[in-house]
């Protein structure tokens, strides 16, 4: 059926709208359900205290990060308040050293070095360190770095303070739900 009747394209053209307008709505809030702190993906800053593990989950489809028992980071067990400023400040000294000009952070950043949205499960660390002693691994690393595949990173001076902050920042980033990205990094991990 076909009508030229412009009440009724009128009346089709202000109910799509109404109605696409009230999923756009629910999508966004889903989405800041998801990517909030705290929501489904992202899990809050005291985090860090615990252990994190990467696994393929058959429901999803792709590999997931888990945050499990208890192991702390540098010995320390962090309340979400210090948790919260720990990390703000890892994000600060990672930004002041423009890190992503060689490195990705969830796939944002350059090229020339490895994306960081995983080192923390890197089985360069992972293996070496399963337990507590990572945090302090990963620390002595980026302040001295050292050879691991083509290219070195170059010392960029931080304190052993900003360090900490880094790898603090390092370690919640590892938990975030990224959807399976970066992709094969899982497989590769249980090659
Ligand atoms: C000039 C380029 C450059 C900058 C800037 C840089 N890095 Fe790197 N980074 C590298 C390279 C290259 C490697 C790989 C080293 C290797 O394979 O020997 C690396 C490796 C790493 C690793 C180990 C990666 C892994 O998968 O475990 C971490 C962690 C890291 N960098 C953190 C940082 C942080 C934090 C900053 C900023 C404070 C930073 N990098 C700034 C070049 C850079």
């Given at each position: 059926m076909y009508t030229r009747d412009p009440a009724f394209w009128r009346a089709a053209a202000v109910s799509s709208t109404l109605f696409m307008s009230a999923v756009l709505v629910i999508l966004t809030v889903n989405t800041l359900q998801t990517i909030s702190i705290g929501g489904s993906n992202v899990p809050t800053y005291?985090?860090?205290?615990?252990?994190?593990?990467?696994?393929?989950?058959?429901?999803?489809?792709?590999?997931?990060a888990r945050a499990g028992g208890e192991e702390l980071l540098f010995g320390r067990r962090y309340t979400e308040k210090e948790a919260t400023a720990l990390v703000a400040r890892g994000k600060l000294v990672i930004q002041s050293r423009a890190c992503m000009d060689?490195?990705?952070?969830?796939?944002?950043?350059?090229?020339?070095?490895?994306?960081?949205?995983?080192?923390?499960?890197?089985?360069?660390?992972?293996?070496?360190?399963?337990?507590?002693?990572?945090?302090?691994?990963?620390?002595?690393?980026?302040?001295?770095?050292?050879?691991?595949?083509?290219?070195?990173?170059?010392?960029?001076?931080?304190?052993?303070?900003?360090?900490?902050?880094?790898?603090?920042?390092?370690k919640w980033m590892s938990a975030v739900n990224t959807n399976g990205f970066p992709d094969g990094f899982g497989r590769a991990q249980s090659r």
């Open positions: 005291d985090v860090i205290n615990r252990q994190i593990t990467y696994a393929y989950d058959p429901a999803q489809h792709e590999y997931v060689c490195h990705t952070f969830f796939g944002n950043g350059a090229y020339y070095a490895p994306d960081l949205t995983r080192a923390w499960l890197d089985p360069i660390w992972a293996s070496e360190y399963p337990g507590p002693k990572r945090g302090a691994a990963i620390t002595a690393f980026v302040m001295h770095p050292f050879r691991i595949g083509f290219h070195v990173m170059p010392n960029l001076h931080l304190s052993k303070e900003e360090a900490q902050a880094v790898v603090a920042y390092l």
